[in-house]
């Protein structure tokens, strides 16, 4: 399986070359390929691991014709990628971080391809997001590419948010995480009360990874990638994984009507705001960039009309756009690389100098714009045959795809002649051909776009109906042809698409100047938008912070015991557990409450001590004094300990009050022991209430715990095991270091993280101010861990 | 506090506590004790021996910093439990095994080297606030 492969991969970061790296995703297509035929017959795979059983929680992968098409272009693109990258970034001093990443990202994103159970698809999903959040933040001395990363990885992250809780839906519903059994499942989620919540979950997933249209801005933003990433991320891979998840999810959520219109309206405004959006810009990647959220709300759309058609052109659109996309943005790095600028204005004629990456592009181009003899042709065929209906809203749908397709061929026609044909222009640098390893990219794949172009049998049965087999779930049948049949309403819509497109290119200078000042009158942008929640959130931050992290530890302590004050009352309350101290109880039950317990002398001896030392603390005239009353409370409950059977815990007591008395002695020797604090007596109120209203809430609480039968369960199974399990007669150590060992592990480790930290504070205060702060900071933290241990 | 008195009983104090803690923490399995009250007898003795020696001397004779001393016992703990994957249990199941010496039989078993190693942890962290609260207040004249 790749996910064994996965660990493999990341054993390679940090090696250099990108040669030798790109063998690994070419390793990963070839054994990927090789399920090919298995899953042509028609059988998917499906590895598990056990991973929390109680849950019903697997780390599972499986293999099928969708998840088989998404992984070999991912590895396949991907290998392409790593040659181009180890070009590109030659000579970069962090080139085998960015390997790396890339890799790293390239396992992460075939997990999620190949993920059947949601939890695991997940997973792979947030991977994803932090993956490529290091790469687009890869040149991070730039502000832009901080930006970028961060707008990426926050709305990304709001979707990766939405699939786990809609993950967890799907599951609380339906009993199971496997998509593989949810196939058949789709009944149960469509009639359900709860199918719109599911369903705007897993869209806001979607809609968010694959940049569709109220969420679109973070696509273009995320080009301050260096040129690998924008050409692997954000054309084949990443972005595609919304679709992917919405293909995924047709079988269980997609039939019904809501889902059919929310895609497609959804996809329809995402495909016109892109093109619009790439005749606006004339930096090559921003072109490239909008070309792509078009194309996504392309497939977006597709998937929401949901024919056989229209997934059939899912699955060849998908591919014909990685591969010309990917080549293009290779092109486009090519171009910044040898000539220094991506303005389409500052660049021409360069296809004397550079006539192999002009090749790629054109090819790219060509497939792009949909001519026959090129996989793009077909992937236009299928979405145009599926609408070939008469009711208005095919026609509307069509008209959208007609009018997106032909801009997006116009700007293809612009990608490929503006820069290479024409007059020469001086650029920035000399430009000359990129070395091979940048060439390989565009030339691969414009090559695959045409080799796939002439063998439509072959692109029929391995790749479309595999795929669109699994989204459908029911078997589809290829009927691409290279046939051009003159008479037919389809061939007409393709030549109109082109002329179209043709149109689109001689006008692309006027309609930019058009969009730009309708843009300029409109004023704001979602990006705008964007940056003012974020800056509103932090600024909402700052003043929550300033509220409540105010440096004074007085305040933290009362937020502290108010807490806790208000945690043993309100159940208190709440759940009835007052109603035997109401005065309405009989006066029969208060006077045996009331009675003194049988008590021996010396027992009555140690609680007076106790009282004693509690008086002594609270009258203490100096501070030394109350240390020492507070070791005399302290010393007297250990007593007390002691004689109600559990001398483990009064040997801890008395240590600890030991150890509470030297350290406090230390602390305090520091300051003039004479007095006591003078306080103001609202101060005194206050914290005299909280403190009795705590300690009242203790006793309260304990009381009613002491009315009740002690449930004996856990100790007689402690008693009973101890010795012949764990071959230990002092049950609490048994307790400790072997049925719970894992929680004193832990235990110590806070232990030891305390100690740490109170000896960073006390180097960082060597000479200034009285420490009072950590003397009482020391105190709560031990005995809290000591009561932890022994609880 | 630096009377001849205290200073010329502190280390037999301190060499009593010590070995008194050990033995605490060794029969902690079957009697009360353990390494965590083991861990803080000594780390108490570690502060009577700093108020009679000054804290110079106890870092010597400690020859370890005292935080390595606890991030070592976190380490000693995690690997008992740890040592549980050689005979393919789950983390943490104990491994007993019994060493004949001489006449009587020595038994050793995984949660010993755990206590040992929270023992480790508890005289490493107090000991280290200790000295460092002592230091402090030597430093002022």
């Keep these: 399986m790749a996910a064994a492969l996965a660990p493999l991969i990341h054993r390679y970061l940090g090696r250099y070359t990108g040669w030798l790296l790109a063998v690994v995703p070419a390793a990963i297509f070839v054994f990927l390929a090789g399920f090919a035929t298995t899953v042509n017959a028609g059988n998917s795979p499906v590895q598990s691991i056990e991973w929390v059983p109680a849950y019903g929680l697997n780390i599972s992968f499986l293999i099928d014709g969708l998840s088989l098409i998404f992984a070999l272009t991912i590895s396949g693109v991907g290998t392409l990628i790593i040659l181009y990258a180890g070009a590109y970034l030659a000579g970069h001093h962090h080139q085998g971080r960015f390997l790396g990443f890339m890799l790293a990202f390239m396992g992460a994103m075939l997990g999620l391809v190949l993920a059947d159970s949601l939890l695991t698809l997940f997973l792979f999903w947030e991977l994803t997001s932090v993956t490529s959040f290091l790469l687009i933040g890869f040149d991070h001395t730039r502000q832009a590419a901080r930006r970028g990363a961060i707008q990426a990885l926050v709305i990304t992250n709001i979707g990766g948010m939405c699939l786990l809780v809609g993950a967890i839906l799907v599951y609380a519903l339906t009993g199971t995480w496997e998509m593989s059994a949810l196939r058949g499942m789709g009944d149960v989620l469509r009639d359900h009360a709860l199918y719109g919540l599911v369903l705007a979950l897993f869209l806001g997933a979607a809609f968010t990874k694959s940049a569709q249209f109220p969420l679109h801005f973070w696509l273009p933003n995320a080009m301050e990638a260096p040129t690998p990433v924008s050409a692997f991320l954000h054309s084949a891979t990443m972005v595609q994984a919304g679709v992917y998840l919405l293909s995924r999810m047709t079988p269980v959520l997609g039939g019904t009507q809501v889902w059919m219109t929310i895609l497609v309206v959804f996809g329809g405004i995402t495909l016109i705001w892109g093109a619009l959006g790439a005749l606006k810009q004339t930096d090559l990647k921003q072109i490239l960039a909008q070309t792509t959220i078009a194309s996504l709300g392309l497939l977006v759309l597709l998937i929401g009309l949901g024919s056989t058609y229209a997934i059939s052109a899912v699955i060849v659109y998908f591919l014909a756009h990685a591969f010309y996309k990917a080549g293009l943005f290779m092109v486009a790095g090519a171009i910044d690389h040898e000539a220094g600028t991506r303005e389409i204005t500052a660049l021409g004629g360069l296809a004397e100098k550079m006539p192999v990456t002009f090749i790629g592009a054109a090819l790219a181009a060509l497939s792009m714009i949909g001519l026959p003899l090129t996989i793009g042709y077909f992937a236009k065929e299928e979405m145009y045959l599926g609408l070939m209906k008469a009711d208005p809203a095919s026609i509307a749908v069509m008209a959208v795809l007609v009018i997106g397709n032909a801009m997006l061929a116009g700007v293809a026609l612009l990608v490929m002649i503006k820069p290479f044909l024409g007059e020469a222009v001086p650029t920035p640098k000399s430009a000359h051909e990129a070395p091979i390893a940048m060439l390989a990219g565009p030339i691969v794949l414009g090559a695959a776009a045409i080799v796939t172009g002439i063998l439509p049998d072959w692109l029929g049965h391995d790749v479309l109906v595999p795929g669109a087999s699994a989204i459908l779930q029911s078997d589809v049948e290829s009927h691409l042809t290279l046939a051009l049949d003159f008479t037919s309403l389809l061939l007409w819509l393709s030549v109109a698409t082109w002329l179209l497109g043709v149109l689109v290119y001689r006008q692309a200078d006027a309609i930019r100047s058009l969009l730009r000042r309708f843009d300029a009158a409109l004023g704001w942008t979602a990006d705008t938008v964007f940056d003012l929640v974020m800056f509103s959130l932090i600024r909402f931050a700052g003043a929550v912070t300033r509220v409540l992290h105010n440096g004074r530890l007085e305040v933290y302590l009362i937020v502290v015991f108010s807490a806790f004050a208000l945690a043993l009352f309100v159940p208190l309350f709440t759940m009835g557990g007052l109603d035997w101290i109401m005065p309405s109880a009989d006066l029969g039950n208060w006077s045996a409450r009331l009675t003194p317990p049988p008590l021996q002398p010396y027992e009555w001896g140690i609680l007076a001590l106790t009282a004693i030392g509690l008086v002594a603390v609270l009258i203490a005239g100096t501070r030394l004094v109350a240390i020492l009353s507070l070791g005399i409370q302290g010393t007297a409950l250990s007593l007390i300990f002691l004689l109600f059977g559990a001398p483990d815990l009064a040997f801890t007591q008395l240590m600890v009050e030991i150890l509470s008395v030297v350290v406090l002695t230390f602390v305090f020797t520091r300051l003039r022991l004479d007095n006591r604090d003078p306080r103001p007596f609202e101060d005194l109120a206050r914290d005299g209430a909280l403190a009795v209203l705590c300690g009242v809430g203790v006793s309260l609480m304990l009381m009613l715990v002491l009315t009740g039968t002690l449930d004996t369960r856990l100790s007689d199974l402690f008693t009973a095991t101890s010795v012949p399990i764990a071959h230990g007669h002092n049950i609490v150590n048994v307790i400790l270091v072997d049925y719970r060992g894992f929680d004193t592990l832990g235990e110590i480790s806070v232990v030891m993280g305390a100690g740490i930290a109170v000896l960073a504070l006390l180097r960082r205060q060597k000479k200034p101010v009285p420490p009072v702060p950590e003397a009482e900071d020391i105190k709560p933290k031990r005995r809290r861990s000591r009561k932890a241990a022994k609880a | ?141």
């Design chain 2, 1 to 141: 506090m630096n009377t001849v008195i205290f200073r010329t009983a502190a280390p037999l104090i301190v060499a009593i506590m010590l070995v008194f803690s050990v033995y605490i923490c060794l029969r902690g399995h079957n009697e009360p004790g353990g390494g965590f009250i083991g861990g803080l007898i000594a780390a108490a003795s570690i502060a009577v021996f700093g108020m009679a020696s000054g804290v110079r001397m106890v870092r010597k004779s400690l020859y370890f910093d005292p935080l390595s001393i606890a991030a070592f016992g976190v380490v000693l703990a995690g690997f008992a439990g740890l040592l549980s994957l050689f005979i393919d249990a789950p983390f943490m199941t104990s491994i007993w095994f019994y060493l004949d010496v001489g006449n009587s039989v020595v038994p050793l078993s995984t949660p010993l080297f755990f206590d040992l190693g929270v023992y480790c942890v508890v005289f490493g962290t107090l000991s280290a606030i200790a000295l460092a609260l002592e230091s402090d207040r030597e430093e002022e004249p």
